[in-house]
């Protein structure tokens, strides 16, 4: 559900990446986004896995007090750099 995939878009030399976007309560949607920018001392991780915990389904069923949408969903991630 959770997964993001970087990649090179040579057409437009950006690059994006898809991410499922939390829009609204039980409205989740998969877009491309501009790939975050990293200072020196962060690394950007390729994300292979994202897990599902109780935080995403409150947030999905719009029941978490701190999330404001548009939000990237998934924090149980395994990947590499
Ligand atoms: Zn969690």
Redesign the pocket.
Known sequence: MIDYVYYKNKDKELDLMKAALYKNSRVVEVEEIKKPEIKDNEALTKIKYT?I????IHIHEGLHPRTKAPLVMG??ISGYY
């Open positions: 897990g915990c109780g935080t995403d924090h149980e």
